[in-house]
């Protein structure tokens, strides 16, 4: 139950992390759409899919 307690915490940590670089790198490149601000946190969350699916995934 932990575990995912942890990978809750690790998720929100992520997007928001990711959020701020999103909107930092649109800043920094002047993109007249928020590009990065979508593309970063949706490849945050993939990844955590795919990490929850192996962790979760019976191990033979």
Request: proline content about 3%; cysteine-free; aromatic content about 14%.
């Amino acid at each position: 139950m932990l575990s995912y307690a942890g990978l809750a915490f690790q998720l929100l940590a992520g997007i928001g992390l990711a959020t701020y670089a999103g909107s930092w790198v649109d800043k920094w490149i002047k993109t007249g759409f928020p590009l990065f601000i979508w593309l970063l946190p949706l490849i945050v969350i993939i990844g955590m899919i795919i990490k929850a699916v192996k962790d979760t995934s019976n191990k033979q």
